[in-house]
């Protein structure tokens, strides 16, 4: 018999997505389980699994169309026994919504880690972690078979039957996302739909340019002391596995600064008659993805060591490449960095990202003549900075002054050393 599968809640009051690759074709056997599609929501890349053995019978949806929640994704032809099942359609979509939040999160974080996933821990559906433990399975040290690793049943009976060695080839790598590009002939105009990532930044920063008053504010950074106290410490933390960039000195210096400036670490409710002091330092960073611009967030992070920033940056700036990163790490920002200088240009104008009231963009570190106290030209390693605010809350000479106190941070590390706990 042919029913079909619908696509489930994803959750965060998602009503449709992005159909980004289908993993079957029509007339194919599947297993219950087993990958079928990535979706693209304005959150993350979600891949969905059937809940059915069978065989294809229909894909609703192509590549690049916007698939409905709650409506049929594909068709699947079952075997009789399968009747009981669809007639209980609303234990099934619990479940399934189960098995995809199972898929997005990849795990409870209390969880213990497992070489199986790209993230250190096992992915796999609540029937198959079920299964796993009445066979009395560390499902954490099973090498799934399925796309990032993916748990499947199988792979647990193979596990109790066969050597480890014969399982630990199976795993494959992360697959990247296939841009959705229309290729045109050549000497031809190109007209692609603007969805996904793209869509949803189009979106908010129209919507931030027409209701709040932007103004920028431009400072010169020396950070020739930053760049040789990095330097000095790159080895160290490369034995602790972070890669030190000037990102985590810039969230540091802006944790302790901003206590002493409360209003660039606030937000305004939609009119601008109520303003929120927050208390936690959330700092967003821009990441230039495969899939657009993603700004995932480092929380508290005032409490925070360098080290552990470090390794924070490094694991959420990894998270947005691969299409990883959870809702919640992509919101929350109190303010946000972008670090345009990576590729180049030394001045901006960053856009506000609503609810924040400030954005900052670091330019490209030049190396630049400067006078020191003798009057004698010497070679600086000079960084510019973009500041904006929202004008509605934040005057200029707020701003300056924060600048001017967050500046004196980077540019002599050793005090901002003796200001962390």
């Known amino acids: 018999m ?11 009051g998602i009503v449709e997505c992005e159909l980004v690759e289908w993993q079957i074709t029509e007339g194919q056997e599947i297993k219950e389980d087993q990958s079928v599609a990535d979706v693209m929501t304005d959150k993350a890349l979600v891949e969905i699994t059937s809940m059915y053995t069978g065989r294809i019978s229909k894909l609703y949806y192509a590549k690049g169309e916007i698939a409905k929640v709650h409506q049929p994704l594909f068709e699947i032809e079952v075997a009789d026994d399968k009747e009981e099942e669809q007639s209980e359609t609303s234990q099934q979509n619990y479940a399934l919504t189960d098995t995809v939040k199972a898929t997005q999160w990849e795990a409870t974080p209390d969880e213990p880690s497992s070489a199986s996933s790209n993230n250190g821990k096992a992915v796999a559906s609540p029937a198959v972690r079920r299964l796993a433990r009445e066979c009395g399975v560390d499902i954490h040290q099973i090498t799934g078979s399925g796309k990032n690793g993916r748990v499947y049943k199988e792979d647990i009976e193979q596990h109790q039957s066969l050597p480890d060695s014969i399982l630990s080839d199976i795993a494959k ?6 841009p959705l590009s229309v290729v045109a002939g050549a000497n031809q105009n190109r007209v692609e739909p603007i969805t996904g990532i793209k869509a949803i930044m189009a979106k908010q920063m129209l919507d931030s340019v027409k209701r709040i008053p932007h103004f920028t504010y431009a400072e010169e950074l020396d950070v020739t ?4 106290f990095r330097a000095q410490l790159k080895p160290e933390f490369a034995a602790q596995g972070a890669k030190l960039s000037m990102m985590p000195f810039i969230m540091k210096a802006l944790a302790l600064t901003l206590p002493e400036f409360p209003i660039l670490n606030s937000r305004v409710n939609e009119d601008c008659t109520e303003i929120t002091y927050l208390y936690d330092i959330n700092i967003g960073m821009a ?5 657009g611009l993603l700004v995932p967030n ?14 924070e940056v490094n694991r959420l700036a990894e998270a947005a490449r691969s299409g990883k990163l959870k809702p919640d790490e992509m919101k929350g920002a109190s303010i946000s960095v972008s670090n345009i200088g990576v590729i180049g240009g030394t001045v901006a104008t960053p856009i506000i990202n609503p609810p924040e009231v400030a954005i900052m963009a670091m330019g490209r570190i030049q190396t630049q003549p400067r006078f020191n106290d003798k009057g004698e030209v010497e070679a600086r390693k000079i960084m510019h900075v973009s500041w904006s605010g929202d004008h509605r809350i934040i005057d200029g000479a707020t701003m300056a002054r924060f600048c001017n106190k967050w500046k004196s941070y980077v540019e002599n ?8 706990r």
């Open 298 to 311: 480092v929380k508290k992070v005032q409490t925070l060591s360098l080290l552990e920033v470090a390794l």
């Open 413 to 420: 590390p050793i005090s901002m050393l003796t200001q962390l």
């Open 287 to 291: 990441a230039d993805t495969p899939l």
């Open 225 to 228: 002391h930053l760049e040789e």
């Open 173 to 178: 790598p992360i697959q990247e996302a296939i």
């Open 2 to 12: 042919k029913i079909d599968f619908i696509l489930p809640d994803i959750g965060e």
